[in-house]
């Protein structure tokens, strides 16, 4: 295995490491759920959440293949984004043709002994582009075509006869992960976010929030999308918080005892940015806009709108965005769900000076904000713009990586009821260890 994520040589080996993973996942599942009980709780101990660790914690979460397994945006459903999932990280050779000929490698990371290997994903984006074309519209047209074409290939990855076919023991054993027991599934007719059976949100996301609670940590969690599944994601949170998720009916996370509080109900839970420039004062966010988190594309003249009719001033600089975030920590507000900017990182050519910001300060040794998400590169963050919200320049990605941006692996956050857990605890550590450095 790999040290940053999933790897197994050959179909039987994976799938041998799956059906193991299983066995003692299921035993740490039944320590957790025993660990987690929930024992009364008075005021004295919700006072304790604000003292008792030396840390507190926001944790931003991407939404698609990062915390569930289904892409709205791009219209993917469950077979879909696995079938991707496993185009991402199956290694093979191009023979003469091309054609891509796999080694039987599933793995995060490119195997080092062997540099002309690739994924089928990357044989896929390279080999199926189109050719030139006599006009700008027949470009257009044949640009759209590959795209279509190349999406398809992802998403039948391990269908019968495709490149990725003996894959499909992997495939079956994590689409068997996401379903919900059979007892649970029989009780969720009529409940559109568990339709076929299937889990949402993963299990590996939940076991975390009920971890934090336990321990009593400080805590925000903070969605961050691109897309339009916040209301989907919100009222999966909702059951949860208040013991009515078929998984979890003796939750209790509505502030109710001194727990946290998980819901994501009041419109001042739900906030949009706008972004036109990489400047201190080029950001804006706008809390109290739940109407807009849904919609497919944010116009400036709604988000403009929206802004005139808001309850809360839409902070329109990096130090107050950055202080408006940490008052609702001091407030025990436990969660938001924030629509990021897509038009601005693709218009800067998805970069990640333009991404999803995380304003950090680095002077505030008492706070430890980290961004799980898939699409966080090997060397490179990508699809987060990580700053020093007091002097506003970039942050290098080698002093953020493993303290303030995680790179998730989406197969071992299926298979690994705990993986979310360690993740946390790892990039504390990281922060920890630097903090008594310095």
Not at 95 to 107: E, M, N, T
Not at 327 to 333: A, G, P, T, V
Not at 348 to 371: H, M, N, R, V, Y
Request: glycine residues 6%; hydrophobic residues 35%; proline residues 5%.
């Amino acid at each position: 295995m790999s040290k940053a994520g999933t790897s197994a040589d050959g179909p039987q080996g994976w799938a041998h490491f799956a059906t193991s993973a299983h066995k003692h996942m299921d035993s740490r599942r039944e320590d957790l759920e025993a660990a987690n009980a929930h024992a009364p709780q008075t005021q004295e101990t919700q006072n304790c959440r604000r003292s008792r660790h030396d840390l507190r914690l926001v944790l931003h979460f991407d939404i698609n293949k990062t915390i569930l397994k289904s892409d709205k945006a791009q219209g993917s459903n469950l077979d879909a984004v696995l079938n991707s999932l496993l185009a991402d990280r199956a290694w093979g050779r191009v023979d003469a043709g091309p054609h891509w000929r796999p080694v039987g490698r599933l793995s995060i990371d490119k195997p080092a002994n062997d540099p002309e290997l690739m994924t089928y994903s990357t044989y896929v984006d390279k080999y199926l582009s189109p050719d030139a074309a006599a006009s700008v519209q027949e470009a257009a047209e044949r640009s759209s075509l590959m795209k279509q074409q190349r999406r398809h290939q992802k998403r039948t990855f391990t269908e019968s006869n495709e490149p990725g076919e003996m894959f499909r023991g992997v495939y079956d054993h994590l689409k068997q992960a996401l379903m919900l027991p059979p007892e649970v599934a029989a009780t969720t007719q009529g409940m559109p976010l568990f339709e076929g059976g299937r889990r949402h949100i993963l299990t590996s996301f939940f076991n975390l929030l009920l971890h934090l609670n336990k321990q009593e940590e400080q805590c925000m969690v903070v969605f961050r999308t691109f897309g339009v599944d916040i209301p989907e994601v919100a009222g999966e949170m909702d059951l949860f918080a208040s013991g009515k998720h078929p998984c979890y009916p003796e939750v209790c996370m509505d502030r109710r005892n001194g727990s946290m509080d998980m819901r994501i109900s009041d419109p001042e839970s739900f906030g949009v940015f706008s972004r036109v420039s990489g400047k201190p004062h080029g950001s804006r966010l706008l809390l109290g806009a739940p109407q807009l988190v849904g919609c497919k594309d944010i116009s400036k003249a709604q988000f403009s709108s929206a802004a005139d009719k808001a309850a809360l001033a839409a902070p329109s600089s990096f130090t107050s965005i950055h202080s408006t975030l940490m008052k609702l920590l001091d407030d025990e507000k436990s969660a938001l769900a924030l629509r990021d900017c897509y038009e601005y990182w693709s218009a800067c050519g998805e970069c990640s000076s333009a991404g999803k910001l995380l304003l950090l300060d680095p002077d505030d040794s008492s706070t430890l904000q980290i961004f799980f998400d898939d699409n966080i590169e090997v060397s490179d963050a990508h699809i987060v713009d990580v700053r020093d919200v007091t002097s506003g320049d970039s942050i290098a990605f080698e002093d953020a990586i493993g303290r303030h941006l995680r790179k998730v692996d989406p197969l071992q956050a299926i298979l690994d009821p705990l993986y979310y857990v360690r993740a946390v605890h790892d990039c504390m550590r990281v922060f920890r260890s630097v903090k008594d450095v310095s």
